[in-house]
Structure formats: structure tokens, C-alpha cells
């Protein structure tokens, strides 16, 4: 009687009786909803260009916020720092494109996943080498993102607003606008979409392979960085930040590989999802720490019911 | 009948000189010898069709022409000059478009998408440009678009312009296809059995739009077909192929008046 009172009822009694922590644990489940669909993003734009699963998408992002704070601690200005490491991640899609995809074309999907995870401990070590091993501190200060808080009282209550998380939002959203406005609206995001599509008609309309791939490994080191930045502002620069990108599995579970709103929306339920889950069941009932594992249970059951996740491409064999 | 300045055809239209010739052309996959030293041109303006019994080797020569396949053998010239060999997508950017037997078109994307990438092989402004929207880029979009909406108009195909490929029965989808091609606004289309699956209505149709768009865009056509009384009236010029080899090569009333053609269409023993 007691846990069912414990799973149906006082949590509700919670949320009702005190709607400014609900509000607050809403908004920072938000905040790292928006971080999973970035990093979601970033799967699912090479996932769709060229049927690749790929695994270095997490070590991109300490690679790229290595390389950031590696730069800036060399002398070089915060954000003449940005630059040259988008340059890095340039030069980084280029040599991926040129080393490793271009010899591996029309391999199975299989190898060129391996190829992934190949580059994945390419670049643990070359970033051990170039900069360290030890945790590091994300220039947040140096590049303007603003700290402190805003407080606010919704009901009489009290809502604490990080305005780094703030920030981390607004810049997550336009980032993610400007990238659907890519895809749809210009040739060249055409072009991406049309790759994914059927490689054999994108060729017949002049697309070319190369470019394509370049480009989409560009962007997802551009996401890369822009995750490592916010990650990084929270929880400091270290190589346990490719953990993160694990956090995105659920999320391309939940949303499929294809589909970016997919991975938007799949991203924001499993952040505001696991958020509410720690704070009204798990903690009471399990002792807390659910976050670790609320995610992937989430996927495992919409998998049950949906095995191409929640809006991928449902698979029709016409015979 | 034939010079360097062109003929007239039957029905007073005025060929022009060659656009594209293939000389000698042999390919083999390891032992199996799919084209053997076939030569043949495709002149401005006029409806080449390439026709043959099955496994006769015509899709293979089609994708000699488009950059799929490396000749072994041969030359490939095109615009008075030879075409070192070349990745497809280059191929398309020096203007042969060209559509497929099974259909391969974008299917996630919306039929206007679909059509849009046709104009890729005219992009010209850069990457970046078009990540901020920026000027040219933008002015280029509109263009494009405006392009494009005429070619759908031709087609007939406005009431779906955003309908999504993969919901389209075959024969709009085949239409869509050959939509995408024109958009690129070849200097050669190739049509790879533009007719195969499609009933009689539907292939009425789509004979009225190859003869349509050769009429009023000149585009010189090269085609391949199954259907024979369907390529007798549409084409100027026929090349024959059976078993990789060439076995005829004139105008419809000469080829069907061709021995070997005959023997090859009714399957006498080789």
C-alpha cells in the first residue's frame, strides 16, 4: 500500500503542493534535454548523409574543447581561440573524409562503424598527447558567457535561473534553427538530404560524395564544439565528457536515426523526463541516482512498442 | 542522309552536328565482356535510342555514358572533345542528366525538393554563402526555384508538388524522375527505360513528354526502351545491341527492315 501511495500519489502531492521546485526541476531537465538533442543532432546529420553510426561523435567534443582551452592557454585570445579550433575541426573532417571514408566507400555499414571507433581512439590519444590528461578549466569567463543567476518568485516560491544555463538554451536553439534552415531551405541542404536518401541518384544530379561528407563532419564538429563549451562550463574539460555522447543513445533510440525533430524531441523528453523521474520517484523510492539508467529503460520500452523509435522511417518492404 | 552539319528528319525538324560519340567502346566485369567495340553517335537536338533484347548490354552502355561505368576500352567524346574518364558527379555538372530503370529518387523528400536538386549542377555560390543566406545565394534560390516551377508546370505535376516521393505511384514518380533531370537542364538526357512497368495510358503520356521536351527545349535525348512500337515512333535514330555487340544502327524504318534485328528480336539460335 505504501509504494503504491509512493508511485501514484505523493509524487502528484509533491508537484501540486510546491510548483515553483516542479518549475525548477522542469527547467534544468530542459537544459540538458537541449545538450542531448545537440548531441543527437550531430549522429543524426552523418547518420543521414551517409548511413554511418558514428561512435567519435563524443570524443569530438572533448577533442574540440581540448583544443579550445589548449589554444587559449597558449596566449591566443578567447575568441580568435573559437575560430582556429573550428579551423581544427575543418582540418579534422577533411583528413576523416580523405583517410578514412573515402577508402572504406560502399564497405558494409558495420565497417565503416568500426572505422568510427578506430578514430575514436585515434583521437584519446592524440589528445592525450597534445594536451594532457588531467581535468581542465572551459574558459566560460574568457568567452563571455555570463554566470550568476537570475531569481524568481513564481506562487511565492523560488526559481533559480544559472544564467549559464540560459545562455547554453538560447544558443542551443538558434544553433538548432539555423541548421534546419540548412538542410531545408538551400542546395546544399538539399543535397545532404538527398545523399541519405539514394547515393546512386545524388551522384546522377552532381552531387558529390566527398563534399557532402566534409561538409556534415564540419557541422557535427561544430555541434561538437558548441556541446564542449556548455558541457564543459559545467562540469570542467576532461576525457569523462564522452560520456555525454553515450547519454544520446537513448535519445537516437527514442527519436531514430534519421529524423532531426526526432532527435529534438527525443532529446527534451529524455532530459525533462529523467529529471522528474530522479527527483519524484527515484529519490524517494531507489535512493536516488536513476538518471544513470532512466534514460535507457525509457528507450528500451518505446523500442518495445516502436523498434524504429518514435519518428523514424518505418519500414515498408514493398514485394 | 548524314554530314557533319546534321539532317532533317521525317518530320521537318532540323539535327544538328554530333554532341557525343562513342568510339570503340569494350567493357568488361573480370571474364564477362558486357559491351564489345560498339561505336555510335548521338546528334543535336535528336531522339537516339538504344534498343536490344534483355542482358543485350544497353543499361551498361548508358552507364558508360553518365560516368557510372569505365569504358575498358574506348573514348567517349562529347562536345567535340575526348572526356578523360570521370566521376558521375562530374559527368552531370557538364550537362548529361539522366533517370533510372528502378527509380531513384529522393524518397523522404517532398517532390519539389526532389526537383530542386536537379538544379545542384547550377549552384554557384559557395557553402558559406548559402549557410547565412547571403545575397547571391539567396537571389540564386529564387532563380533556381522559378526555374523549377516551370519544368513542373510542363510536367503536369503541381497538384503534388509537396507530397512526399515515397507516396507517389510509379508512373508519377517516373515523371517526377525525368522532372528532376530537366531541372538540370541537360545538354543530353538520358532516359533509361522512361516506359518500363507503366501501363498504356501511362506510357502515352510519357511519350507525349519525351517528344514535348525534345520540341520545345531541343534537348537531345538518348534513350533506352523495351516497348518497340513505342521507340519506332518516338525516335529519329536507333542503335541496336544484342549480346554486348552492336547489330544495326539507322532510322526506325531501317533498322526494322535489318536481318539481324529481326533474328535477334524473334530469337533465332546464336
Not at chain 1, 201 to 211: E, Y
Request: contains cysteine.
Amino acid at each position: 500500500m505504501d509504494l503504491l501511495n509512493q508511485i501514484f500519489i505523493a509524487p502528484f502531492v509533491d508537484m501540486v503542493a510546491a510548483p515553483d521546485f516542479l518549475l525548477q526541476v522542469l527547467w534544468e531537465g530542459l537544459v540538458s534535454g537541449v545538450l542531448y538533442a545537440l548531441i543527437a543532432l550531430g549522429f543524426v546529420l552523418i547518420y543521414r548523409s551517409s548511413r554511418i553510426f558514428n561512435f567519435a561523435q563524443g570524443i569530438m567534443v572533448v577533442f574540440a574543447a581540448l583544443t579550445l582551452v589548449g589554444l587559449h592557454a597558449m596566449g591566443i585570445p578567447a575568441w580568435i581561440s573559437v575560430i582556429l579550433t573550428l579551423g581544427v575541426m575543418f582540418v579534422l573532417a577533411v583528413s576523416i573524409e580523405r583517410i578514412v571514408l573515402r577508402p572504406l566507400v560502399g564497405q558494409p555499414d558495420i565497417i565503416l562503424f568500426m572505422a568510427t571507433i578506430g578514430i575514436t581512439l585515434f583521437l584519446i590519444g592524440l589528445g592525450e598527447i597534445i594536451f594532457g590528461g588531467e581535468n581542465k578549466q572551459m574558459i566560460s569567463a574568457e568567452l563571455g558567457i555570463p554566470t550568476g543567476d537570475t531569481v524568481l518568485e513564481p506562487w511565492g516560491g523560488l526559481l533559480i535561473l544559472q544564467h549559464l544555463d540560459i545562455t547554453v538554451v538560447g544558443v542551443a536553439v538558434v544553433l538548432v534553427g539555423a541548421l534546419l534552415a540548412f538542410l531545408n531551405y538551400t542546395q546544399m541542404g538539399r543535397a545532404i538530404r538527398a545523399l541519405g536518401d539514394d547515393h546512386q541518384a545524388a551522384l546522377s544530379v552532381g552531387i558529390s560524395l566527398q563534399t557532402i561528407w566534409v561538409l556534415v563532419w564540419f557541422i557535427a564538429g561544430i555541434i561538437a564544439l558548441v556541446t564542449g563549451i556548455a558541457w564543459g562550463a559545467r562540469a570542467g574539460v576532461s576525457f569523462a565528457l564522452e560520456v555525454i555522447a553515450y547519454k544520446a543513445l537513448p535519445v537516437l533510440m527514442l527519436g531514430g536515426l534519421e529524423s532531426i525533430t526526432g532527435a529534438i524531441i527525443g532529446g527534451l523528453m529524455i532530459g525533462l523526463s529523467e529529471k522528474l523521474f530522479e527527483i519524484y520517484w527515484g529519490q524517494p523510492i531507489l535512493g536516488g541516482n536513476t538518471e544513470t539508467w532512466f534514460a535507457f529503460v525509457l528507450a528500451l520500452i518505446v523500442l518495445l512498442f516502436r523498434p524504429q523509435g518514435l519518428f523514424g522511417e518505418r519500414i515498408i518492404e514493398r514485394v | 542522309m548524314k554530314d557533319s552539319q546534321g539532317y532533317v528528319t521525317a518530320d521537318g525538324r532540323q539535327i544538328g552536328g554530333v554532341l557525343m560519340e562513342m568510339k570503340n567502346i569494350t567493357l568488361k566485369f573480370g571474364g564477362v565482356t558486357a559491351i564489345s567495340d560498339i561505336s555510335f553517335d548521338v546528334r543535336e537536338g535528336e531522339i537516339r535510342a538504344i534498343i536490344g533484347p534483355n542482358g543485350a548490354g544497353k543499361s551498361s552502355m548508358l552507364n558508360v555514358i553518365s560516368g557510372f561505368y569505365t569504358p575498358t576500352v574506348g573514348e567517349v567524346w562529347y562536345k567535340g572533345a575526348k572526356r578523360p574518364p570521370m566521376k558521375p558527379y562530374e559527368v552531370a555538372r557538364m550537362g548529361v542528366a539522366r533517370t533510372f530503370q528502378n527509380i531513384a529518387l529522393f524518397e523522404g523528400m517532398s517532390v519539389l525538393d526532389n526537383v530542386m536538386t536537379g538544379r545542384l549542377t547550377h549552384m554557384n555560390a559557395s557553402i558559406p554563402a548559402q549557410a547565412l543566406w547571403w545575397g547571391p545565394a539567396r537571389a540564386e534560390e529564387m532563380e533556381n526555384r522559378e526555374k523549377v516551377e516551370k519544368v513542373i508546370d510542363f510536367l503536369e505535376i503541381q497538384a503534388i508538388r509537396k507530397t512526399p516521393v515515397g507516396r507517389l505511384p510509379y508512373g508519377l514518380k517516373k515523371r517526377v524522375e525525368l522532372a528532376r533531370a530537366l531541372a538540370a537542364e541537360p545538354s543530353i538526357l538520358l532516359l533509361d527505360e522512361p516506359m518500363a512497368g507503366m501501363n498504356v495510358e501511362e506510357k502515352e503520356d510519357m511519350s507525349r513528354f519525351i517528344l514535348d521536351v525534345n520540341d520545345e527545349f531541343g534537348t537531345t535525348i538518348c534513350l533506352i526502351e523495351h516497348d518497340m512500337g513505342v521507340v519506332m515512333d518516338l525516335s529519329d535514330r536507333v542503335v541496336v545491341m544484342d549480346y554486348g555487340k552492336k547489330i544495326g544502327d539507322g532510322t526506325p524504318d531501317e533498322v526494322r527492315g535489318n536481318q539481324d534485328v529481326i533474328d535477334a528480336y524473334l530469337g533465332v539460335p546464336h
